[in-house]
């Protein structure tokens, strides 16, 4: 079975994803070589750029998606909110669940705490994919719903889909 | 030199097929009574942090497309981070238009950054952005665009136009779409310039 990076780029692949957004982080650590590799990757210092520029990408007919930490959707939130309250304009987020059961560093139990609250607030349809097999159907998936529905659409990285915490 | 002017010399320098994205305020009925052909080939948006982000993401999709970002003072400062994204990526068919009042227009003029010690320019090309340019006046202007608009490199323009001069249109010629209308209006113009689908819609037995 491959990892959860192999799966991603994989599922992202299936999907005709071309343009990958991002602010590199650790929990998805092996991901981010793969998408510079295998994608044109367009790599930011805020998060706060990257609804822009999935925006953009949809506007030119391009299957983009961001991938940045969980943590990244209180820096992004207002562009999201302007994109997708404003103009309806769909966008994927792949975000790692830094913060959950097990999670062994004490900051990063703030991501886990903000994030639901803040996807809610935000109106962004999530889904938990926690088991390898469910990576690259979800990613599909999460396309497809995004543009049907005209919203935003999170997948939270999870379980074995992500780096494992030292101490868990 | 009022905004109004600069960007009526804009206009004349760009083509309906030519794509836009336009920073919100009052530079939204002036690029909208301006826009080459009258045509829906401008992504109005009302976030002020989200314009170059938004023309970066176009650009780099359509890379054989020219665009160009209508940017304001208050917008480029809200997102100073992505001066350093364009200044990494710098697409060949991107240019960014600041229209710099260095004042808050619609709230009255209180001043902006730019009207104390920020430039602009200097953060542009700091971040690593290429042809970075202050203009003050209209001929500079109309020079300075022409280059970014044709010399297949990304381009920086920062316009200095007069604080309390904005253009006063009248009720009809005032932008009346929001911001779901503006994005199936510009959506469906690039479908159709491009000859592509983009936003696909499944009706149940299509």
Redesign the interface.
Do not use: W
């Given at each position: 079975m491959s990892n959860y990076a192999e799966l991603i780029v994989q599922g992202l692949k299936q999907a005709k994803v071309?343009?990958v957004?991002s602010l590199p982080e650790s929990m998805l650590k092996q991901l981010y070589p793969m998408l510079r590799k295998h994608f044109?990757y367009?790599?930011?210092?805020?998060e706060?750029?990257?609804?822009?520029?999935?925006?953009?990408?949809?506007?030119?007919?391009?299957r983009?998606v961001i991938v940045m930490e969980n943590s990244g959707l209180r820096q992004a939130a207002?562009?999201i909110a302007?994109?997708t309250f404003?103009?309806?304009?769909p966008m994927v987020l792949l975000m790692p669940h830094r913060g959950d059961l097990g999670e062994d560093v004490w900051w990063g139990h703030g991501h886990s705490e903000t994030m639901v609250p803040m996807l809610d607030a935000l109106r962004i349809r999530y889904w938990f994919v926690y088991r390898l097999d469910e990576i690259v159907p979800s990613i599909e998936k999460a396309l497809l719903h995004a543009?049907?529905g005209?919203v935003a659409v999170a997948l939270i990285f999870g379980g074995e889909c992500r780096e494992v915490p030292k101490h868990a | 030199m009022h905004r109004i002017d600069v960007v009526r010399a804009l206009a004349e320098l760009v083509t309906p097929e030519d794509l836009f994205?336009c920073a919100h305020g009052g530079l939204r009925n002036d690029w909208w009574n301006s826009r080459p052909g009258g045509v829906d080939n401008t992504?109005f948006?009302?976030?002020m942090?989200?314009?170059?982000?938004?023309?970066?993401?176009?650009?780099?999709?359509?890379p054989h497309?020219r665009v160009t970002a209508l940017e304001t003072d208050g917008s480029v400062l809200m997102?100073a981070?992505?001066l350093?994204?364009l200044g990494?990526?710098r697409p060949p068919n991107l240019s960014i238009v600041v229209f710099d009042n260095t004042v808050y227009e619609s709230i009255g003029g209180l001043p902006t950054a730019t009207s104390g010690r920020t430039d602009l320019a200097k953060m542009a090309e700091g971040a690593g952005c290429s042809n970075c340019f202050t203009v003050t006046d209209l001929d500079t202007f109309a020079r300075h665009a022409k280059k970014v608009l044709t010399d297949g490199e990304f381009g920086f323009i920062v316009a200095k136009t007069a604080k309390a001069a904005a253009h006063r249109w009248p009720k009809d010629k005032q932008k009346h779409t929001d911001?779901?209308e503006?994005?199936y209006r510009?959506?469906r113009y690039?479908?159709q310039l491009?000859k592509?689908?983009?936003?696909?819609?499944?009706e149940i037995g299509g």
């Open positions: 071309e343009i957004a044109r367009i790599q930011v210092s805020n706060a750029d990257l609804p822009g520029i999935v925006a953009g990408a949809y506007f030119g007919g391009k983009a207002e562009p302007r994109l404003g103009h309806r304009i543009d049907a005209q | 994205v992504c948006l009302t976030g942090n989200t314009v170059s982000a938004t023309a970066l993401g176009l650009a780099v999709a359509l497309r997102s981070s992505t350093c994204t990494n990526e911001g779901v503006e994005k510009f959506l690039v479908e491009e592509i689908r983009i936003h696909h819609v499944v």
